[in-house]
């Protein structure tokens, strides 16, 4: 108990001093003394315009994506019982970028609200694809199974999405630094509507972490002390549809993040999702933003968040497969 406070406590200052890194950061330099006044007494002056336009939806754009698809990744996990699962991998995350991008190109659809929906439907149609995909044959829906699936769909719907914006231009002029996950140019106006979904996702995974951990020991041990599995996996995919959903929404189509930050927190600190997703949340809330800051504060570069975060999965995504027999079925 006492370390799961400590690593929650690191968490939470890590947060608050790359959040305080990323606001000071950028082409016009702010010192620390401009942007606490511009953040708790702003005004009309040009660092009061920089935090508010520029930075601070940055900010909340990583740390509530960040913190949504930590969550998410964990609770899959625990479900599936596949520890490569992620809304990435999984191709939750491109299903919902498809599901946005066709709103915009073919419906044009355009407000923020409508395309968060289209993002859910998008992020829950894919999930239902992947598991019927996983479940067809002998064996059932198996890790390898599972990951293949994800994969594929994933790879579908992603040149999917990639022909619609070759076709539309006009379109592709709007998502073409969301479709890699930056969050350059987010606007408070765009994110303040998702962040509800956000908030009640997470709280409900919050809730039930205990009832995920159960789920995650198998459906014989579930239904021995009462627990119904069918509903509690319905109500797991509920929780990661609104997670997904609501991250790309805001930030685009990250990767690896989910699968990066719930097993860091499982091999240092152990224990159930009781434990892991509160601490996955930070973490990944946490990770998100420095990537989101570091390439611009290190290299003078402003890198899309996605292609920081892919640059840091991708070898642990190998190094984890390797771990595990290559997935074993």
């Excluded at 620390?32 to 920089?50: H, K, Q, Y």
Aim: aromatic share 6%.
């Amino acid at each position: 108990m006492r370390r799961t406070l400590l690593a929650t406590a690191l968490l939470a200052l890590l947060i608050v001093l790359v959040a305080l890194w990323s606001l000071v950061t950028g082409s016009a330099g702010l010192t620390v003394g401009e942007t606490m006044r511009a953040l708790f007494a702003p005004g009309e002056g040009r660092s009061d315009v920089i935090l508010w336009q520029v930075r601070l939806p940055r900010v909340v754009a990583a740390v509530a994506a960040g913190a949504a698809l930590g969550a998410a990744g964990a609770i899959m996990q625990a479900v599936t019982g596949n520890p490569l699962a992620e809304p990435g991998l999984m191709g939750v995350n491109a299903g919902a970028a498809f599901a946005v991008v066709l709103a915009l190109s073919v419906f044009g659809v355009t407000a923020s609200g409508a395309l968060t929906w289209c993002a859910f439907g998008g992020a829950g149609a894919t999930a239902v694809l992947v598991y019927a995909m996983a479940s067809a044959g002998r064996g059932g829906p198996t890790p390898i199974r599972l990951v293949l699936a994800g994969v594929i769909v994933g790879t579908f719907l992603g040149a999917l999405t990639t022909a619609i914006l070759l076709i539309d231009s006009q379109t592709l002029d709007a998502v073409r630094f969301w479709t890699a996950g930056s969050l350059k140019g987010r606007q408070l106006a765009q994110i303040l509507p998702v962040l509800p979904y956000v908030a009640a996702s997470l709280v409900a995974a919050l809730v039930f972490a205990r009832q995920f951990t159960t789920l995650g020991l198998g459906g014989d041990v579930a239904r021995s002390i009462g627990q119904n599995p069918a509903l509690w996996r319905a109500i797991a995919a509920g929780c990661v549809v609104g997670l997904a959903g609501s991250a790309v929404s805001i930030a685009g189509p990250l990767g690896f993040v989910g699968l990066v930050v719930p097993h860091m927190v499982r091999l240092t600190l152990g224990g159930g999702y009781g434990r892991i997703v509160p601490l996955s949340i930070l973490g990944a809330a946490a990770l998100t933003l420095l990537a989101d800051t570091a390439p611009r504060a290190l290299l003078g570069v402003d890198l899309p968040a996605g292609i920081t975060l892919a640059l840091i999965g991708a070898p642990f995504f190998i190094c984890l497969a390797r771990s595990h027999g290559a997935v074993r079925g």
